[in-house]
């Protein structure tokens, strides 16, 4: 399972530690839903999922600060004896002396932040959900092309880097090359990006690694990027038939998302960058309204009409 180590998003989002007498090193989140507890602290915890963050708002504390210290005992030993990553107060808010020390009775970190709570909370769901995200790797090129996620695929040694080099000359940016790590942030999105190791790297056969970041400045590399478009690149062969209207889209799925693929043939003369290139704008066009197959088939039936009358 996927987590992530409460020092990391302490750290992400700036917040400070109210309890550093508890240890936090081995805490780790493992879903990116939050919680705010605010019937919880009436008294009811039926449904309570201790696994999640917990944020507590403007009213939530001015609830527990309406209560007597022997209305508050019960409802905080019921709440914070609970195994839970931790409470974010939101606002610069702060917790009573009672809830801190039975959050440190029971080992649970209490954090503070100056933002807004529902600023904090789609600050932290987006991270999460995109730390958090169903992953997988396939073998290809990600490239930013236009503001479109082109990943290139294809077997090895098809041109995939070569494409995404001249690509990168020409002023896009380049994601990840030879690995690509898709995670699943949403119904509709997917994201890819380049493991640690392989970052800003890529390989061309005859001069070997080249530091795209050094080589090109740091407006040629991205760290990630939503995966739009799909080209896939294959040797040419005349004994096959190759889709020349477009009039029907194909897909490729990862991970239960489905994206437009492109089938790319290869032959010595043709310009595989330029390619994508158009490949890119045209997905754009579409997702736009505009469908140049459509038109010509438009434009070919309003002819005919015409041939009939």
Not at 67 to 85: A, F, G, V
Not at 157 to 177: F, M, N, P, Q, Y
Not at 260 to 283: D, F, K, M
């Amino acid at each position: 399972m996927a987590s992530i180590s409460l020092q990391r998003l302490i750290d992400k989002q700036k917040m400070t530690n109210l309890t550093e007498e508890i240890d936090i090193s081995g805490i780790k989140i493992t879903q990116p839903d939050i919680n705010r507890p605010g019937i919880q602290l009436t008294g009811y915890m039926e449904h309570y999922d201790a696994t999640r963050l917990q944020i507590m708002g403007f009213v939530e504390c001015s609830y527990m600060e309406s209560l007597t210290d022997e209305q508050k005992k019960p409802i905080y030993e019921r709440i914070l004896s609970n195994k839970t990553p931790a409470f974010v107060f939101c606002r610069d808010l702060m917790p009573d002396q009672l809830f801190k020390e039975t959050a440190i009775k029971y080992g649970v970190p209490l954090l503070s932040t100056s933002k807004a709570t529902s600023t904090f909370m789609a600050e932290v769901i987006r991270w999460l959900n995109a730390k958090l995200a169903p992953c997988i790797t396939v073998h290809g090129v990600l490239v930013d092309v236009y503001g479109e996620g082109v990943l290139i695929t294809g077997e090895s040694g098809i041109g995939k880097s070569e494409a995404a080099l001249e690509l990168i000359k020409r002023g896009h940016r380049l994601v990840t090359d030879d690995v690509v790590e898709i995670r699943k942030v949403s119904e509709e999105t997917l994201i890819g990006t380049a493991p640690a190791v392989t970052k800003h790297f890529i390989e061309i056969r005859g001069i070997g690694i080249v530091d795209v970041k050094m080589l090109f400045g740091v407006q040629s590399v991205k760290e990630d990027q939503e995966i739009n478009l799909v080209i896939k690149l294959s040797e040419w062969s005349k004994d096959k038939e190759y889709d020349r209207i477009g009039m029907e889209e194909e897909y490729v799925e990862y991970l239960g998302n489905k994206v437009v693929c492109h089938n790319i043939p290869i032959r010595p003369g043709r310009n595989t960058a330029l390619i994508c290139e158009s490949a890119a704008i045209n997905h754009r066009q579409k997702k736009m309204g505009y469908n140049a197959a459509q038109e010509l088939y438009k434009r070919v039936q309003a002819s005919l009409e015409k041939k009939v009358e």
